[in-house]
């Protein structure tokens, strides 16, 4: 099924140039409930890309600056206050870590405690890792 006008064979390969009615069917396809557009776009044999951006554009309205419904901007001399303005909030100090580690390993009726400097807490898993085997 061929969507496109003939055009020149030549050596270049051209940009494919589909109908307003063919985007149209396509775009009636892919709407249709429990159809992928993968497979719309596979059995017209174009790219489910293509398809993609076909049924975004129908589902935006076009915007013609010559019919009057482009949007405008509004400026106003007055400075806007709305609700949503930023409110700074006063945070809580950060929580400074312990100084140091301190476990209580227990082993039967042994109990290990053992303190460790954060500093090193690295070092500490990996000897915990090494006690635990």
Known sequence: MHTISPQAS???RRRRLHSDEFKANAVASAAQ???SMASVAMSLGINANLLRRWVRDAEVPSVNPAEGNAPQLLRSSEPKSSPS???PVQLPAPVTPASDIRMEVKRG???VVVTWPAA???ECGTWLRELLR
């Open 85 to 87: 303005s930023f409110v």
């Open 33 to 35: 409930p429990g159809v």
């Open 10 to 12: 030549g050596d270049r």
């Open 120 to 122: 090193l807490a690295t």
């Open 109 to 111: 009726s042994t109990t």
